[in-house]
């Protein structure tokens, strides 16, 4: 069975691109090396030097074997030692070697190649510029690549992480998302035997000797068909039987197998240096500008960096200059960094300045998926994520916008987790997640603390009152603000402010200051997890957590806004992870929720959903946190009980989907989440440089009600079509609703249309 389901995935992916050309040559051969040409069943052919190989082939080398085979186009040579069995990928820009298991020693050359080389093996895939490095793969799951010239990448597709391997370093990968790197020790590079310089066949010039040659093929081919006693039956059956083991190995491998994936899902290592160009249009606080975008991306090693340097000119064709006022506010040069970091999450220190998307902690019952790009470029956010591994022990920090501290706090999360042993790999863990001031969310342009939607002047740091909307700004209300500029008659009754008594001038009063103003969010967890088996084809694994939301009574001054203290609990009892074939995941918790709490509450769209405004009529604006509109009237003894799903599939390379759903029922109500993303390989497209979308919508009385959104529903799509090599149009678009203050949801549409150069 197991044979049947690679050659069909093989096929599958192979269908559209592969080729009858020869590709390479075999060069070397000793003892038992086996072919199996595409669309056999069974490696069933002997190899012979010199033997022509065709993208789709597969070889096999046998217990005491070895052979050596060499690209036909940049020389690249790959030296295959005994026990290993692997298949030859071409496409048109990628050259990929689907390794089973064994041990390859591969040269790769740089000149002369026009497709990038990588190793490919059910766990992991190096990807390789030009080098010389082993890649060593276990039929229990793990992976191991040494350097020995050059540099090369190696991507855990559990996991999604990368690490570099440099001249005497190495990656050790598994099925359980792990990857580390370390220095390789002396003498653990396999024995690298020499071969001869391979010699290619002269070309046919002739008729005669074209026909020559097909005469004494077909001579051959007699021979061939003649029996040789040390060929036949007893070789088929040695062929048959070795199918045989290899089939009941991958069968006892899928009766034995564990552990967790991770769901962060898995990406293609960065390149060393890439360089974006972007010309196109953008909307910014509802106003439509051209815009102009270079974006220069580095990486090196474990260090890179990236950089967006935008110019925003309006029809008129006048620049957004309050992007680059950086002599008056040195802060806006920060908005110029994309990211900055360093290593992976499986360093023993790291860290990422910048954007930060896909933000779990743990199992994720308190933040998962969390992104601080949601209202990217309107609002530029500027996170940091750091940690360490050291020994049995992992650490997290994470701040979802440094700008927040100076506007009284930010979205900080801390994680701390404890593995028992390597033969015991029980892990706990602990979380901590805190809105310190949910208020900082209100957009507050000039960073006066009086938030744009209640600041009569949200664009001048020294006014925020003007009563009677003359552009005057009310006396009191401005800072060190002359007398020639205050207005006489600000409550706009046509008699001077002097000349009336106190109590007949009606004034706004001082207008919501987050300064003044503060309403936090606190979370904890306690969790535990168990893998329970652990292999190549499936991994399941067990957890629980227990979490806790707490949010304190907060009043302002001006009763704009008032909260009652809220809190609750969340436990999952239990959890289960499983993974099948590296092409399917599913999770599935059984959650008790008491109280004010609900799973997930940091989520994709929490920036977006953490303080919103509504208008009450025309000219009344009150202020919802996330939990006042979450909970609304319900009780704080609400309690309610589910089950939450979720499930990610890769479809053979060729697009990939998940999806979660959860569905909570109380006494007297239902609550449910639902989200979705699918994301297509745009190789396999001709013409689409990228292809995915989303829609999200938890904690809801009917997530699937699309005629009738909330302020928890958000959707939106990214298409990029190639207009020629290296220059793509990319059409971004991103969606969600706000309440207008009479019950009515209004959609908020962002768009971003570019066109980008990929250098």
Do not use: C
């Amino acid at each position: 069975m197991t044979k049947h389901i690679s050659l069909f995935i093989t096929s599958l992916l192979l269908f559209t691109q592969l080729q009858a050309d020869v590709i390479a040559r075999l060069i070397k051969i000793e003892g038992d090396v086996y072919f199996k040409r595409m669309g056999m069943e069974s490696f069933s052919e002997k190899a012979k030097l010199g033997a022509a190989i065709q993208n789709g082939d597969a070889i096999k080398i046998g217990d005491s074997g070895f052979g050596a085979i060499i690209y036909l186009d940049d020389k690249t040579i790959l030296k295959i030692k005994e026990n290993t069995k692997f298949a030859f990928m071409d496409t048109k820009n990628t050259r990929t070697i689907d390794l089973s298991h064994g041990t390859l020693l591969n040269d790769v050359k740089t000149q002369g190649r026009t497709k990038s080389f990588r190793i490919q093996t059910p766990v992991s895939v190096a990807s390789v510029k030009g080098t010389q490095f082993a890649a060593i793969v276990s039929q229990s799951g793990v992976d191991s690549f040494i350097g020995k010239e050059g540099l090369f990448e190696v991507l855990n597709m559990v996991s999604g992480e990368t690490v570099s391997v440099g001249p005497g370093q190495k990656a050790i990968s598994n099925s359980a998302g792990n990857l580390i790197q370390a220095p390789a020790a002396p003498g653990e590079y396999p024995e690298d035997p020499e071969v001869e310089e391979f010699q290619e066949p002269e070309p046919e010039e002739t008729e005669e000797q074209t026909e020559t040659q097909e005469n004494s093929t077909e001579e051959r081919t007699i021979e061939q068909e003649r029996p040789e006693p040390e060929e036949t039956p007893e070789l088929q059956e040695e062929i048959e039987e070795t199918e045989v083991n290899d089939q009941s190995e991958d069968l006892s491998e899928l009766e034995e197998s564990p552990e967790v994936p991770d769901e962060s899902g898995s990406s293609a290592p960065s390149k060393p240096f890439g360089m974006g160009m972007g010309i196109g249009s953008v909307t910014i606080d509802g106003v439509l500008y051209n815009q102009l975008a270079l974006r220069p991306e580095i990486n090196i090693g474990k260090i890179g960096f990236g950089l967006d340097l935008v110019l925003y000119l309006d029809f008129e064709g006048n620049i957004r200059t309050e992007d680059w006022d950086i002599a008056d506010d040195p802060s806006k040069l920060l908005d110029k960094i994309l990211y900055i970091k360093y290593g992976q999450k499986t360093d023993p220190i790291w860290f990422k300045y910048g954007n930060i998307e896909g933000m779990t902690l743990g199992y994720g019952g308190l933040m998962n998926g969390y992104s601080n790009m949601m209202e990217f470029p309107s609002v530029r956010r500027i996170g940091l994520n750091t940690g360490f591994n050291i020994g049995p022990v992992d650490g997290e920090v994470f701040f979802s916008n440094l700008k927040d501290f100076s506007r009284g706090g930010t979205l900080t999360g801390l994680r701390a987790a404890y593995t028992v042993s390597e033969k015991f790999p029980l892990t706990i863990g602990m979380n901590v997640v805190s809105d310190l001031n949910m208020f900082s969310g209100l957009k507050d342009s000039d960073e006066d603390s009086y938030p744009d939607i209640f600041d009569d002047f949200p664009d001048n740091p020294t006014f925020w009152n003007d009563t009677d909307g003359d552009g005057w700004a009310d006396p009191g209300h401005g800072v060190d603000v002359p007398d020639s500029l205050i207005d006489i008659d600000a409550d706009g009754d046509n008699i001077i402010d002097a000349n009336e008594n106190d109590s007949d001038i009606q004034l706004k009063a001082t207008p919501f200051s987050i300064n003044d103003n503060k309403a936090s969010a606190l979370g904890y967890t306690f969790d535990i997890g168990y893998p329970i088996f652990t292999g190549k084809l499936f991994s399941l694994g067990i957890y629980s957590e227990f979490n806790t939301l707490s949010f304190p009574s907060t009043t302002s001054s001006d009763s704009l806004f008032t909260r009652l203290e809220r809190s609750g609990t969340g436990i999952t009892v239990p959890g289960l992870r499983a993974s099948f074939f590296s092409i399917l995941d599913l999770t599935i918790e059984y959650r008790i929720v008491n109280g004010s709490f609900v799973p997930n509450f940091f989520d994709q769209s929490y920036d977006l959903t953490r303080v919103v405004t509504q208008t009450v009529g025309d000219s009344v604006t009150i202020i919802k946190t996330k939990d006042m509109f979450t909970f609304d009237e319900s009780s704080n003894d609400f309690k309610s009980s589910g089950v939450f799903g979720s499930a990610s599939l890769n479809l053979f390379n060729l697009a990939s989907f998940s999806a979660s759903y959860a569905n909570m029922v109380a006494e007297s109500d239902t609550i449910q989440s639902f989200s979705a993303f699918v994301n297509l390989n745009a190789e396999n497209i001709p013409k689409i440089s990228t292809a995915m979308a989303y829609y999200q919508r938890n904690n809801d009385a009917n997530p699937f009600d699309f005629e009738n959104p909330t302020e928890n529903t958000i959707m939106g799509y990214r298409v990029g079509y190639e207009l020629s090599k290296g220059v793509n149009l990319i059409w971004d678009f991103r969606q969600f609703y706000r309440d207008n203050g009479t019950g009515t949801m209004e959609p908020i549409k962002q768009t971003t249309i570019e066109t980008t150069f990929d250098f």
